[in-house]
């Protein structure tokens, strides 16, 4: 007997590919339950991969990265300074990103089984689609998403490699791309995670909506057949899919339960990743604006040596951190507005019934009372105004750099 398709078999792939560079320190185990569970500390192979990847890669990119050696900084004070902090800073988000891999993988485990659960209960509303075609173009996705990061990260290497072997030893090439592709790895592996499970709750967000919308045009066809019969203008048959009075009343009932939960669940998923989002973001941030300088202000030896493969590095480099940031605030937007939208859905439910208005009014208050919104531990909220502050601060800090630039 074939088992029902869930969030498992969507995750799994980013879960492996995670696994590999230890940011997901759990067993991947799928039972009849279809369940991922979480390895116990006397059992903990897994913490040991993971905490060793963290340590290793992390401590031998500090203690192997000579800055004055390299040819991004050459003599300009500036561009000293900024592979300075932004290898800092980079290192420290990756260190501190597979560190809370660690510490909250058990609450990691815990939300993937509700959310099992919670799926098991979205079922029961009898959906108007195929669910099953819809976890395998999720999982497409995800396994498109895993197929490009791959493909970037490889470019990245490859590109590094190419532009400074000319000015670093062969040995040393081992230290630049741990120093600065295992950041951009645990970086990308981060977002992806989010990203994913982020646009699983705006999934089942929409089956909501679209069970509301069935619901509310089986109820508009009722209303709108029972009056047409009374003034006589068409035939007394009524339509097969008008829905009933208990229906209706039913099923608001289950969909303002099923709503409320996956709130709770948005909320769960907020504050396991809120640290990740404020480190991230922090780092995303100082990231681009060294980008920007060194791929148009800066003159270093390896512009010199080669432009155009200079140019196109921190052009992947750039549009690298660009599309991880874009990828946070899209995701969480567009979850925000699915979850929005069902407001907009239950208010166009007229309804001639005390009993009904009732059942809006009570679903009506609480869709008040849920915030759906990610953010970064309560610093800014991942929304399209992000985007705007961020360019914002860039364009300042630059406008600063760059007036340094010139006064060296």
Known sequence: MATTPNIYNVIKPLLIFSKIFGLYPNKIEMSDTQQITSCSWSNGLDVVWSATVMIFLTFYAIYTMRMGDKPTTSSELIAKIGDVIYLT????????????????????????????????????LDLP??????????????????????????????????????????????????????????????????????????????????????????????????????????????????????????????????????????????????FQILFTCLNLFITMTFTVYF??????????????????????????????LFGLVWTASQTKKEAKYTSHILHTIYARNEEVENSIMHFSFQLLQSNVEFSGCRVFVLDETLLFSVIGAITTYLVIVIQFHYQN
């Open 129 to 274: 689609f195929d669910t099953a075609n819809e976890y395998t173009k999720a999982k497409i996705r995800v396994l498109f998403a895993i197929a490009t990061a791959i493909c970037l990260i490889i470019s990245y290497v490859i590109i590094n490699i190419i532009l400074f072997l000319g000015s670093v030893t062969f040995v040393d090439i081992g230290a630049e791309i741990v120093t600065y592709v295992y950041p951009l790895v645990t970086m990308i592996t981060m977002v992806m995670q989010f990203g994913t499970l982020c646009l699983l709750v705006k999934q089942k967000f929409r089956w909501i909506n679209i069970k509301l919308e069935q619901i509310q045009k089986q109820w508009q066809e009722k209303n709108n057949s029972t009056y047409s019969y009374k003034i006589k203008l068409v035939s007394p048959i009524q339509p097969t899919k008008a829905i009933s009075l208990e229906k209706l009343i039913y099923f608001l009932e289950q969909i303002r339960r099923r709503h409320y939960e996956l709130c709770s669940l948005t909320e769960n998923l907020n504050k396991i990743f809120n």
């Open 89 to 124: 800073v980079s290192l420290t988000d990756a260190f501190l990103l597979s560190l809370l891999s660690i510490t909250k993988r058990r609450k990691i485990v815990l939300y993937l089984q509700k959310f099992e659960n919670f799926e098991k209960k979205m079922h029961q």
């Open 295 to 324: 791929y148009f202000i800066s003159n270093t030896e390896a512009k010199a040596r080669n432009p155009v493969l200079y140019s196109t590095y921190y052009a992947l480099n750039g549009f690298i951190n660009v599309f991880a």
